[in-house]
């Protein structure tokens, strides 16, 4: 499965001036992929061979399993099943025994959906920094930007090279948006606690009635069921 890099999207997600446009962007792509498992990627033989290896992460799991199309997810599940079961032989000894739970978390823990999710949004990662050097106008959307989340904005700084002959200005205008999103997000925790003061029940909340959800979001993503 191939995805086009749609710089449409991109300017669409950093429009919406919400925190993060990436979690935006990685809750579409996961939806294009978890579309693609549950039909015409079921009967590649490509496809079929990664899943037998791999299966899927319980958040990609419970994302299919709340879709209609549940015989396409028992034929997989089922086309994994030998792989997981293999690894009920018992141990010899304690050694072993550490070894065998450590393919065990291994095994439940790997993920083609999750492999074909990151390998198109490094995609993305690799493309915005190049927006940045060659369209000057999203520079404007960027630097308008309420920050990412932290897994995303690390993913952003390890593709700044992408930006080639701008990455300097690049990696700043990054740092620049991050530190403000984060001092919007201290100022409205600040007003958050300052509230549960009963001497300050009368003082209007604002946007720091998000502080929480706000710190959520920034620190570890938004939240896609």
């Known amino acids: 499965m191939n995805y086009h890099i749609d710089t449409g999207l991109i300017y669409e997600k950093f429009l919406e001036n919400a925190c993060c446009p990436l979690c935006a962007i990685k809750s579409i792509v996961e939806e294009q992929v978890i579309h693609e498992f549950l039909n015409d990627a079921v009967m590649e033989d490509n496809t079929h061979i990664e899943v037998v290896k791999k299966g899927f992460c ?42 065998l739970a450590d393919k065990i978390d291994g095994a439940i823990n790997e993920c083609i959906v999750c492999d074909y999710v990151e390998k198109s949004m490094v995609k993305y990662y690799k493309t915005i920094a190049q ?17 990412f989340c932290m897994e995303h904005y690390a993913q952003l700084l390890r593709y700044s090279g992408y930006a080639s002959i701008g990455t300097k200005d690049y990696l700043k205008t990054l740092s620049d948006t991050q530190k403000r999103a984060f001092s919007l997000l201290d100022n409205n925790l600040e007003t958050f606690c300052r509230k549960h003061d009963y001497r300050n029940a009368n003082m209007p909340l604002g946007s720091a009635e998000n502080a929480l959800p706000d710190t959520r979001d920034i620190f570890y993503g938004k939240k896609n069921d």
């Open 131 to 147: 927006m940045f050097l060659y369209e000057k106008e999203f520079y404007k959307y960027l630097i308008k930007c309420k920050g």
């Open 58 to 99: 319980a958040h990609h799991f419970d994302m299919m399993f709340n879709r209609p199309n549940k015989l396409s997810l028992a034929i997989q599940a089922r086309s994994n099943l030998p792989t997981v079961e293999s690894l009920l032989a018992p141990a010899k000894n304690k050694g072993g025994a550490k070894k």
